[in-house]
């Protein structure tokens, strides 16, 4: 337990600091090379736009960083409930709003520390009231199911985030977040991991669910980052990747909590995914570029009189 909460905690780091990374790459991208032709007629960030964002240093230091926290995060889906291991792992969150402070000269409200102050608090109830694992064995037709919904959500994501333009910050980081926890499932039930066997594995529907989770949560997420507010769009990214694999590795997994403490593990769910809506909703509030105000346009004199 012990290691799995510690493997869970770099994890949450290494994703918080890799989603400012990318937050700063993604805008001075959009700052070096304004290009109106880097937008869909629906005004969100095209292809091209992204892949230039992507190019840059923080952006490309990010990604190393989420690799870095997808093996660990990997590695605790395999140690500890899931719901305790993806939310301890969507604590990013804070780390994501601390950093963006420094990093993106961004002023965080009241309210935004009191709900950063109750997802903290609810990972704690979380961690108290965890008990054991389940399995990782699921049926063959789960793991089919598991591909099937990954690619409506990775391919409707896109489709539907291209047509809405700069509304879909939000719901960019919710389908990014939903892909992510998608992938913590099919880590959780990859057949052929123990004993390790590669045609297994190879053969196995959960592991392209896998792959297509990350890169399309990878590429959604850089979208919700262009779009909007990094808090925002990380807060909603953390309801997706808590929400769905907590509710798989209970009903599906025999995800457990300790005797007795069932109602404190449902209480610090409940209050974790609260805690990130309300960051996702007052979290949008990343200053506008400033325009200097027109000049007043000078009243002309009245006509000289003409005499004569």
Partial sequence: ?????????????????????????SRRAAGAEPDPTGLTQHGGPNLSSTAK???????????????VGFGLGALAARLLPLFLSQTVISANLVITAVLSVKLLGIRLTRREWASIGVVCGALVM??????????????SATHWWLLAVT??????????????????????????????????????????VDPFDVTTVLTDPALYAIVIAGVGGMYLHTVALQLGSVNGATAALVVGETVLPGAIGVLWLGDASRPGLAWLAVLGFLLAVAGAVAVAWYGNHDPAPTTPAPLPTPTPAPPTPVRG
């Fill in 1 to 25: 337990m012990l290691i799995g909460l510690l493997t869970a905690i770099a994890a949450s780091i290494c994703y918080g600091t890799g989603s400012v990374l990318q937050a700063v790459g």
């Fill in 53 to 67: 964002a992507a190019l840059t240093w923080e952006f490309i230091l990010g990604t190393v960083l989420d690799f």
């Fill in 126 to 139: 979380l961690a108290t009231a965890a008990g054991h694992e389940g399995g990782h064995h699921a049926a």
């Fill in 151 to 192: 690619v409506a959500l990775m391919l409707g994501g896109t489709v539907a985030v291209r047509l809405l333009g700069p509304r879909a910050a939000i719901l960019a980081g919710l389908l990014s977040g939903l892909g992510f926890g998608a992938l913590g499932v099919g880590v959780r039930i990859l057949d052929g």
